[in-house]
Nanobody, 122 residues
């Protein structure tokens, strides 16, 4: 069973950048599709991006496409989310999650980290 720990959140001004990391335990990390989700206060958890086990195929939410980049390093059991041109509406708790398959709904993901807060000031 994978355990996930996010880091890299913080406070940044609009237009700035942050890189989130998610470190995974376990020996089967490369078998998982890894995703990033976010949840703002009063809103449902939403899909941000996901990357397949090989790291070759990615998918993004329309709201972040062109600004965020998901990547992974299977040798380090880590997945990243590079966030550029941040906007105040990107403010949320960001979660990494793992699943088998290619779905992007939160219900499809079996393993979750504890989340890291990202706050973008205007």
């Amino acid at each position: 069973q994978a355990q996930l720990v996010e880091s890299g959140g913080g406070l940044v001004q609009a237009g700035g950048s942050l890189r989130l990391s998610c470190a995974a335990s376990g020996r089967t990390f490369s078998s998982y599709t890894m995703g990033w989700f976010r949840q703002a206060p009063g809103k449902e958890r939403e899909f941000v991006a996901r990357v397949t086990g090989s790291g070759i195929t990615t998918r993004y939410a329309d709201s972040v496409r062109g600004r965020f980049t998901i990547s992974r390093d299977n040798a380090e059991n880590t997945v990243y989310l590079q966030m550029n041109s941040l906007k105040p509406e990107d403010t949320a708790v960001y979660y990494c999650a793992g699943t088998y398959g290619l779905r992007i709904t939160p219900e499809a993901y079996n393993y979750w980290g504890q989340g890291t807060q990202v706050t973008v000031s205007s």
